[in-house]
């Protein structure tokens, strides 16, 4: 099992950025594949990016692709999201997720094993 909680989230003018952070116990943190998703009020949990264990290999979503980045280390056992350009719209709990299936790239949560607590962002316009 690994546990992940999350750290980084804010207030923040549109324009501006921010750094999340997403902490994993455990000493198998490379063997799992990574994901960041975001839920807004009376929406729901929609996919962010991925990063894959060994390569790095990453996906992202439309809507984040070219202001977003996912990056790993794996010896600090943390997965990274730099948020720049934020809008209105990226306002959202952001939920970091680990699996150690193959489905990750589907960026859906049911491949998703663990979950953290959640981190909120909001962007003022």
């Known amino acids: 099992q690994v546990q992940l909680v999350e750290s980084g989230g804010g207030l923040v003018q549109a324009g501006g950025s921010l750094r999340l952070s997403c902490a994993a116990s455990?000493?198998?943190?490379?063997?799992?594949?990574m994901g960041w998703f975001r839920q807004a009020p009376g929406k729901e949990r929609e996919f962010v990016a991925t990063i894959s264990r060994t390569f790095g290999i990453k996906n992202y979503a439309d809507s984040v692709k070219g202001r977003f980045t996912i990056s790993r280390d794996n010896a600090k056992n943390t997965v990274y999201l730099q948020l720049n350009s934020l809008k209105p719209e990226d306002t959202a709990v952001y939920y970091c997720?680990?699996?150690?299936?193959?489905?990750?790239?589907?960026?859906?949560?049911?491949?998703?094993?663990?979950w953290g607590q959640g981190t909120q962002v909001t962007v003022s316009s």
């Open positions: 455990g000493r198998t943190f490379s063997s799992y594949a």
């Open positions: 997720a680990a699996t150690q299936g193959d489905g990750y790239y589907r960026g859906t949560p049911d491949e998703f094993d663990y």
